[in-house]
């Protein structure tokens, strides 16, 4: 099982992007998805989840800016982002829990995204 994520890049503060990522593999059924981002010198912090109901939750600093979505027939989990802020720069990671699968956690390799002020 692989989770693939794209669509980070380099973008001003107030515009917006749009993240994906994508499991592979051998996979029955996913739990709960997230994003996670870690800015330079700083540690992964969470930014979003969802669960496989669609309940989802959010770190303050991104409420009302940001919303994660899944689609449950692609195995795939989004993060739509806007009005972006210098402070959210950073590269984000998809994660995963996949149940009966050998590791059940999973990280996609991450995805750069740059805000210029």
């Known amino acids: ?22 499991a592979s593999g051998s996979i ?10 870690q800015a330079p010198g700083k540690q992964r912090e969470l930014v979003a989840t969802i669960n496989s109901g669609g309940v989802t939750h959010y770190a303050d600093s991104v409420k009302g800016r940001f919303t994660i979505s899944r689609d449950n027939a692609k195995n795939a989990v989004y993060l739509q982002m806007n ?35």
Not at 3 to 22: E, F, P, T
Request: proline share 1%.
């Open 28 to 37: 029955f059924s996913i739990g709960h998805m997230a994003w996670y981002r």
């Open 83 to 117: 009005s972006l802020k210098f402070e959210d720069t950073a590269v984000y990671y998809c994660y995963a829990h996949i149940p009966l699968t050998s590791v059940q956690v999973y990280w996609g390799r991450g995805t750069l995204v740059t805000v210029s002020s």
């Open 1 to 22: 099982v692989q989770l693939q994520a794209s669509g980070g890049g380099l973008v001003q503060a107030g515009g917006s992007l749009r993240l994906s990522c994508a």
